[in-house]
């Protein structure tokens, strides 16, 4: 038995974790001021966790203010209403709460994880977190020092050089097409009134979705989200039209003196929304979605040795869908490796895939799925994600089944529709023998 073998028998002993999927049981609060989140009751510990997310993250940045968004998020926990940032920090760790924040293309997110005992004082410090941030203008000049000292680092970074090429070639002038942390020239230009600018734009009741997690119920949710987000603004800023997604098929080679090449390669991808859409999931699987036995890591890894590690993913963000990989190899294999990925991927389009193929990759992502639920913080973190991605209430209990229904004809069909190998692009940043740009 294969390893990948394995893998799916084990995974399918999983599938009798489904029924604790269906106890996974949300219910809609809405807050007597008219705030909307999803709940999940578990009263077996007393803790609880609260998911915010905004939507818009740094596709929000002002024109000429790029990497506003992503330092105001990096200044949140540095101090808020009478606390600096120090002083905030011991709060914290009095509570024995934590709070996180993120920020990527599409949305802003803060996660809270509190004790029962200490609910309504963690509300307390969160709400002056969001209402009212200190953005001292020592804690500015420190994080943007930690952003900038980032941003150097990356342009050292074969992986980060390929993306922002890639997002570049694919996305133009769109938001998505540069680097949400900015650049040197424009982290070092921003003021602290650009930083009140992005904290305005980003926090408001229009872009917010919530989800919570434990020891909580609806009636004292709901007090909660009043509390704490009722005096958000009604409206944020703009979010930008979709992106306009150009990616001519060839390579690129970006100059690097390294002695292995690495590469993202992509296409046009599918929409979240879109009725295929798990057809290409499971194609996916099967092509490059992280299984060592993935017609990728067969056949580029395992019979040739041209690298370690190949991977596909799909891409469908809120503005644009692309379909997309990577892989790292030697400089005088990287050629050869970008040929073998384009066969593979005209393959599929052409040939499909075999019914074992669709068993064994069902099998495994229907196995997987009930691992994800691990935890009150990653609950209320998939429920949220639910919510941006407008899947109904129902879409856990639900979600496999939909796996279940993919066919062959749907995966071979969507296949020979989607995937183009003269339309996929490399980006392959180092000094590859054999390659060089030809689009």
């Known amino acids: 038995m294969t390893g990948f073998k394995r893998i799916v028998a084990t995974l399918a002993t999983c599938l009798l974790a489904l029924p604790a999927l269906a106890e996974v049981k949300i219910k809609q609060v809405t807050s007597p001021g008219g705030i909307t989140a999803w709940l999940v009751e578990d009263h077996s510990i007393p803790f609880t966790a609260l998911e915010l997310r905004f939507r818009g993250g740094t596709s929000l940045d002002a024109p000429g203010k790029r990497g506003a968004i992503y330092l105001m998020s990096g200044l949140l926990e540095e101090g808020a209403g009478d606390l600096m940032a120090q002083d905030y920090a011991k709060a914290l760790e009095a509570l024995a709460a934590s709070f996180s924040y993120d920020t990527s293309k599409d949305t802003t997110s803060i996660s809270a994880r509190f004790l029962t005992e200490n609910r309504d004082a963690a509300i307390a410090l969160l709400r002056d977190t969001l209402h009212l941030p200190r953005f001292d203008q020592v804690a500015v000049d420190r994080v943007r020092g930690q952003v900038l000292s980032g941003l150097r680092s990356d342009a050292k970074d074969p ?200 068993q064994d990759a069902k099998t495994y992502l229907t196995g997987a799925y009930p691992l994800r639920f691990d935890g009150n913080g990653p609950i209320a973190s998939i429920m949220v994600g639910m919510q941006v991605q407008g899947l109904p209430i129902d879409y856990i209990a639900t979600r496999n089944d939909k796996v279940n229904a993919v066919t062959l004809q749907d995966v071979n069909s969507l296949a020979a529709e989607l995937l183009t190998a003269n339309g996929l692009h490399f980006i392959v940043v180092g000094r590859p023998q054999g390659l060089q740009t030809s689009n």
């Open 159 to 358: 992986n980060d050089i390929a993306g922002r090429a890639f997002s570049a070639m694919a996305y133009g002038d769109h938001p998505y097409g540069s680097d949400g942390k900015g650049t040197i020239d424009s982290v070092t230009a921003l003021s602290r009134q650009d930083i009140i600018d992005a904290h305005g734009a980003v926090f408001a009741r229009d872009q917010l979705y919530v989800g919570a997690v434990g020891d909580i119920n609806g009636e004292q949710l709901g007090a909660l989200l009043d509390t704490l987000l009722g005096d958000l603004p009604e409206t944020g800023a703009a979010i930008p039209g979709p992106a306009t997604v150009t990616i001519p098929g060839g390579v690129t080679v970006v100059d690097f003196d390294t002695p292995q090449s690495v590469a993202l390669f992509g296409q046009i991808g599918i929409d979240r929304d879109d009725p295929r859409f798990f057809a290409a999931y499971v194609m996916n699987q099967i092509l490059g979605g992280g299984s060592f036995e993935s017609r990728l890591m067969t056949e580029v890894r395992e019979k040739r040795g041209l690298t370690y590690g190949v991977y596909s993913y799909l891409v469908p963000r809120d503005l644009a869908a692309v379909y997309m990989g990577s892989v790292a190899s030697a400089n005088d294999k990287m050629a050869q490796a970008v040929q073998v990925i384009r066969d593979e991927w005209q393959s599929m389009a052409t040939k499909g895939v075999t019914p074992q193929e669709l």
